[in-house]
C-alpha cells in the first residue's frame, strides 16, 4: 500500500499561485500512474491532473494551461502548480495512485486509483 502525504494547501487570492506537493511513503520500482483529484462542498470529486509511470501527463480542461504536474520519482513527490488560481479552484485535493503505469482504463475514475491521500484545503478568494 502507498502511503501518500499531501502539503502546501493555502488561502490565496485570486489570480496568485500555490504549489502543492505529495509524498509517496513508497515507490513501486515500477512507476505508477499518479494524480491529483479535488473536491469542493456540494460538489463530486473531480479529476484535475494525472501522470503516467513513463511522465506522460494529462489535463482536466478547467485548469489546462494554468496546472502543471510534475513527479521526482529520486525524492518520491508528485507536485501541483498551480497559477492563476480562481475562486472556483477552491476545494480540497488529494493525490492518488494506481497500481498501474499508464492511466487506463478509465484514467479520471476515481475508483482505478487505490491509494489516497488525506487532503490539502486550497481557498482561492476574489
Known amino acids: 500500500q502507498v502511503q501518500l502525504v499531501e502539503s502546501g494547501g493555502d488561502s490565496v487570492l485570486a489570480g496568485g499561485s500555490l504549489r502543492l506537493s505529495c509524498a509517496a511513503s513508497?515507490?513501486?520500482?515500477?512507476?505508477?500512474?499518479m494524480g491529483w483529484f479535488r473536491r469542493a462542498p456540494g460538489k463530486e470529486r473531480e479529476g484535475v491532473a494525472i501522470v503516467t509511470g513513463g511522465d506522460s501527463r494529462y489535463y482536466a480542461d478547467s485548469v489546462k494551461d494554468r496546472f502543471t504536474i510534475s513527479r521526482d520519482d529520486s525524492k518520491r513527490t508528485l507536485d501541483l502548480q498551480m497559477n492563476s488560481l480562481k475562486p472556483e479552484d477552491s476545494a480540497i485535493y488529494s493525490c492518488a495512485s494506481r497500481p498501474s503505469y499508464e492511466c487506463v482504463p478509465a484514467p479520471w475514475s476515481e475508483d482505478k486509483y487505490t491509494s489516497w491521500g488525506q487532503g490539502t484545503q486550497v481557498t482561492v478568494s476574489s
Open positions: 513508497e515507490w513501486l520500482y515500477n512507476r505508477r500512474c
